[in-house]
């Protein structure tokens, strides 16, 4: 079977959308605001959502800020960080498609319709992302700066943007994914942060991508937020990050390029 076809198919039958937020205890002062976003979207007929709420620690109590919803799964695990925490909710979805929402963030409305619409049109194309708007603590907006042209990302377009300014020219916090995608790069890379970045830049190492120029997630500006700490753009853990972002990246270049990273070319230790 053409794998296009298939995917198509796949999706068509399976009709759920899979939702995952981290969150840590300080993050449940917005955990409520990122429900009704999700609860006020409209997805086309035989959709639905699954929200996967993942407690990093075992000190959070999401339900305790939560309305009673049979789409709400939660769960807690180990403290390991936003990155590690949805990689691990990751395991409990059903959905053919994954959706990542901050728990400090709002989505707009229409974003997931969008989202799968053009993953169910577009077999081809691995990957959503959408517009962005900075929501500031006095509930005013800002518009995210250097947004590409609508429609289809070509393959390894986010990485030549990102190899010369350090930063993708789309929002990581937007992506929407083939699941065998998500699951093929082994979820979000294990870093305190960025690790969105990390799965950013590995899905656009092996699929197509597309960007809505709709607005589709306002991102909450506050100072407890992980991008607030200075390392998160300076210093020594910053310059090891995007290093191992970058290697990340790269090798798979090289892997669906045909070109065997080195332990595998040789022939001292055969694979058996």
């Not at 035989?46 to 305790?64: F, N, P, R, T, Y």
């Not at 498609?97 to 400090?104: A, C, E, F, G, Q």
């Not at 943007?161 to 083939?178: D, E, G, K, L």
């Not at 200075?230 to 070109?259: C, Q, Y």
Request: aromatic fraction near 6%.
């Amino acid at each position: 079977m053409d794998l296009e076809f298939y995917r198509k198919e796949r999706l068509l039958m399976s009709g759920v959308i899979s939702v995952i937020t981290p969150v840590h205890r300080a993050g449940l002062a917005y955990l409520s605001a990122a429900y009704d976003s999700l609860a006020s979207q409209h997805l086309p007929s035989g959709w639905s959502w699954e929200w996967l709420v993942q407690e990093d620690g075992g000190d959070v109590d999401s339900a305790a800020v939560l309305p009673s919803d049979s789409r709400i799964h939660i769960a807690a695990s180990r403290k390991g960080g936003p990155h590690v925490t949805r990689t691990v909710s990751l395991g409990r979805s059903s959905g053919d498609l994954i959706k990542n929402l901050d728990s400090d963030d709002v989505l707009s409305v229409g974003v997931l319709a969008r989202d799968i619409e053009v993953l169910t049109n577009h077999p081809d194309v691995g990957w959503t992302t959408s517009a962005v708007i900075d929501l500031l603590p006095d509930g005013s907006t800002t518009t995210f700066p250097g947004d590409p042209v609508g429609g289809r990302i070509q393959r390894t377009a986010v990485y030549r943007h990102w190899s010369q300014h350090r930063r993708a020219q789309v929002h990581p916090a937007t992506i929407c994914a083939r699941r065998d995608l998500v699951l093929a790069l082994g979820g979000w890379m294990a870093l305190p942060a960025s690790g969105d970045t990390g799965l950013l830049l590995g899905l656009d190492a092996v699929a197509d991508g597309w960007f809505h120029t709709e607005v589709g997630l306002q991102y909450r500006k506050h100072e407890g937020q992980i991008t607030a700490d200075p390392r998160h753009t300076k210093g020594p853990e910053w310059e090891a990050r995007m290093a191992v972002i970058g290697e990340h990246a790269r090798a798979l270049h090289s892997l669906i390029a045909g070109e065997a990273p080195n332990v595998l070319r040789s022939n001292s230790h055969p694979i058996s």
